[in-house]
C-alpha cells in the first residue's frame, strides 16, 4: 500500500489545530483520536466482510453460466445481470480485481449456487472449479454430421472438430485412421468439460475405444473370425438392415454365414451408401449395378469401412452372433420392419416376391 506522506502531514497539522482551538489536552485528544481511528478501522472491515463474503445471490436456485474462451470480466458481469444472478455487480468486480482474476479467467461451465458469496464465486472461477456437461451422440453417418453435433456441445465449433476428425497424425496417435473415423467412435453418453477441445474430443474417443474393447469382447471377436475393425464395420451394415434389437443376432448370423462360405453379403444398405441415398425404399438393378468397393452385391467381403456409426447394441448383436442356417432374408411383406428368413434361395425368392407385390400395391416403386 502507498502512503501519501503530504497526506497524513497534513491531517495531522489539522488535528492539532482542532485541539488547540478547543483547549483539549492531549491525552485526551489522543483517546478521542484512537477511538474515532478504531471506528472507522472496525468500519472498513466491516464494509470489506460484507463485500467479500455476504450472500450476494439473489437467485434461490441454482444458476449455470458458460464463459467463452477470451471473455473479458465486464462481458461476464454482462452475462450474471442478463441472468439477474447478483444483488451488486460493483462488488463482484471490485473482489474480482482484488483477487487478479482479470488475469486468471478460465472457460467453461459453472454452478452459480445461492448463498455464495463475492469470494467463494471469484474463487471458483479463478481455479475452474467448472461443472461436466454430457456429450451424446449417436444415429451418426458422416463425419460432417458427427462434427456438427460435437461442435453443438462443447467449446470447440463444428469446423475445429472436423478439422480434427480429418487430422491423419492425430488419428494415428489413437491407432486409427481418417477413412474409419465413425467406426472407432462408441456412441454414448459422455461426462466432459465444456471448454473440451477438438483434440481433447478425438483423444478421449480413442480412450473409450479401448476401454470398450476389452479382453472378453476382443475373444468374442477373434471366436467370430473378425477383428474389432471388421466387427463394426458388419454392425454397421446390420442396424441399417433392422430397428428391432432382438432381431439383430439372426441377421448378423446370416452375414456371417455368408462371409464363412464366401459368398456375397448382398446387403441393400451398402449399396444405399454406395449411391449416397438412404432415403431409398426399394433398391433397383441400377442401383445394383453402381460400382463401388462398397456394393456388396458387386464385391465379395465387407465394405472397407463402416456406413454409419454402429451402436453399442448393434455390435455387441454380432459378438454374440445367433448360430443358425439361414443364408437369406427379406423385409417381410406386412411393413411391420421385420425379416422373413430363408435357407434356401428358392424359399427367399418366393418372400422376395411376396415383398415385391407389396411394395407395388402400395405403389412404391423407388
Known amino acids: 500500500m502507498n502512503i501519501n506522506k503530504d497526506r497524513v502531514k497534513e491531517i495531522y497539522q489539522k488535528f492539532i489545530s482542532w485541539i488547540k482551538k478547543r483547549s483539549i489536552s492531549v491525552k485526551k485528544a489522543l483517546f478521542i483520536f484512537g477511538g474515532v481511528a478504531v471506528l472507522a478501522v472496525l468500519g472498513a472491515m466491516l464494509s470489506a ?16 453460466i458458460t464463459i467463452p474462451k477470451e471473455a473479458s470480466v465486464s462481458e461476464i458481469i454482462d452475462t450474471l445481470k442478463t441472468r439477474d444472478i447478483l444483488k451488486s455487480y460493483s ?66 465449433d463444428s469446423l475445429e472438430v472436423l478439422k480434427a476428425l480429418n487430422n491423419d497424425s492425430l488419428m494415428l496417435s489413437i491407432d486409427a485412421d481418417t477413412m474409419n473415423v465413425l467406426g472407432i467412435m462408441i456412441p454414448n453418453t459422455y461426462e466432459v468439460y465444456w471448454d473440451l477441445t477438438a483434440n481433447g474430443f478425438v483423444k478421449r474417443m480413442g480412450k473409450e475405444y479401448k476401454r470398450f474393447w476389452n479382453k472378453k469382447r476382443l475373444k468374442k471377436a477373434k471366436k467370430a473370425g473378425l477383428t474389432p475393425r471388421e466387427v463394426s464395420i458388419l ?25 464363412k462360405r464366401g459368398i456375397r453379403l448382398q446387403a441393400d444398405p451398402t449399396v444405399k451408401y454406395a449411391v449416397g441415398d438412404f432415403t431409398i425404399k426399394r433398391v433397383l ?12 452385391y458387386k464385391y465379395k467381403g465387407l465394405p472397407p469401412t463402416v456406413i454409419s456409426m454402429p451402436t453399442i447394441q448393434a455390435i455387441e448383436a ?49
Not at 454452478?111 to 471458483?124: A, D, E, L, Q
Not at 442396424?239 to 452375414?255: D, F, H, L, S
Not at 425368392?349 to 400395391?361: I, P
Open 49 to 64: 466482510w460484507f463485500i467479500i463474503y455476504k450472500n450476494n445471490v439473489k437467485s434461490n436456485t441454482e444458476q449455470v
Open 91 to 156: 462488488t463482484f468486480n471490485i473482489v474480482s480485481n482484488l483477487k487478479s482474476y482479470p488475469d486468471l479467467i478460465k472457460p467453461g461451465k459453472y454452478i452459480i449456487k445461492p448463498g455464495m458469496s463475492n469470494n467463494r464465486i471469484v474463487n471458483m472461477l479463478r481455479i475452474g472449479d467448472q461443472v461436466t456437461v454430457k456429450l451424446v451422440f449417436n444415429n451418426i453417418r458422416s463425419v460432417e454430421q458427427l462434427a456438427g453435433v460435437i461442435g453443438n456441445q462443447i467449446a470447440s
Open 235 to 259: 454392425a454397421s451394415i446390420v442396424q441399417e438392415e433392422t430397428t428391432y434389437y432382438k432381431e439383430m443376432p439372426k441377421v448378423a448370423g446370416v452375414y456371417i454365414n455368408r462371409l
Open 285 to 296: 438393378n441400377k442401383h445394383l449395378a453402381h460400382d463401388s468397393p462398397y456394393n456388396t
Open 318 to 366: 454380432v459378438l454374440d452372433y445367433e448360430k443358425h442356417k439361414y443364408m437369406y432374408f427379406c423385409a417381410k411383406d406386412d411393413f411391420s420392419g421385420r425379416h422373413a428368413f430363408a435357407k434356401t434361395l428358392k424359399e427367399h425368392n418366393r418372400n422376395a416376391a411376396r415383398y415385391r407385390r407389396a411394395l407395388n400395391k402400395r405403389r412404391i416403386y423407388k
